[in-house]
């Protein structure tokens, strides 16, 4: 079992930053891809972006590429995610999660490949 949770969520004014954490504890002596998603009210769950093991490769959706960095700190077990340009449309619940059955490369888009999740965090941007 892996235990994930996120902090460093609030309110920000458009235009700000934040920068989320996500500790992990448990099961973490094997190689695992991370990854963010979000879920704004009424809206489905979206994916934000991803980081390979080693932090090499990341992948971004669309709507993060150029304002969003994944990164990770695999000594502290911890994944973050820094937002920049923050838009009042970015205004979520923001989960990471964690994909012990990863292979290499950056891990997938796909939620369903995800098997542990954090409890979520809310960000909320004001225009």
């Known amino acids: 079992q892996m235990q994930l949770v996120e902090s460093g969520g609030g309110l920000v004014q458009a235009g700000g930053s934040l920068r989320l954490s996500c500790g992990a504890s448990?099961?973490?002596?094997?190689?695992?891809?991370m990854g963010w998603f979000r879920q704004a009210p009424g809206k489905e769950r979206e994916f934000v972006g991803a980081i390979s093991w080693s932090g090499g490769s990341t992948s971004y959706a669309d709507s993060a590429k150029g304002r969003f960095t994944i990164s990770r700190d695999n000594a502290k077990n911890t994944l973050y995610l820094q937002m920049n340009s923050l838009k009042p449309e970015d205004t979520a619940v923001y989960y990471c999660?964690?994909?012990?059955?990863?292979?290499?490369?950056?891990?997938?888009?796909?939620?369903?490949?995800?098997?542990?999740w954090g409890q979520g965090i809310q960000v909320t941007v004001s225009s």
């Open positions: 448990g099961r973490t002596s094997r190689n695992y891809g």
């Open positions: 999660a964690a994909d012990t059955t990863y292979l290499g490369g950056v891990p997938p888009a796909n939620a369903a490949e995800y098997e542990y």
